[in-house]
């Protein structure tokens, strides 16, 4: 058992992380509750469905925009990759242009070099 989480120590923490802020946010939710329907003088039913609608609705809200924003950030970050900004790395093209110009100055022809490569090493495009 102990290896078992440490083999998964990073998921066994996110999702404590996530059931932990979970029951806080359906504690505060609950409290939420309970003053809203004191305010109007009736009696807060933990079980009741106005209670669940309020919790799924804000639960759905937080998380449509969490994924809302890694949409956001990994659509932007492959848009940024794809152009070739500064804050991604350099492509491969430049090495394998300096690598085939050696191989032409040595008087191989790159592509049949390439053929000899493992299937998982062959340039794909």
Known sequence: ????????????????????????????EWRVFV????????????????????????????????????????????YLVYVGSSESPDGDERVEAKLDALLEERGLDPVAVEATLPPKLRKTR
Do not use: C, P, Y
């Not at 058992?1 to 120590?9: E, F, V």
């Not at 066994?12 to 992380?17: C, H, K, M």
């Not at 079980?47 to 309020?54: L, P, Y």
């Not at 799924?56 to 969490?66: I, K, P």
């Open 35 to 78: 003053d809203h329907q004191r305010e109007q003088g009736e009696r807060a039913v933990f079980w009741s469905a106005d209670f669940w609608e309020e919790f799924g609705q804000s639960t759905f809200e937080n998380w449509q925009s969490e994924f809302l924003q890694l949409a956001a950030f990994t659509i932007a970050t492959a």
């Open 1 to 28: 058992m102990r290896s078992w989480i440490r083999d998964r120590s990073l998921g066994v923490l996110f999702v404590s992380l996530f059931l932990a802020s979970w029951i806080a946010q359906l504690f505060l």
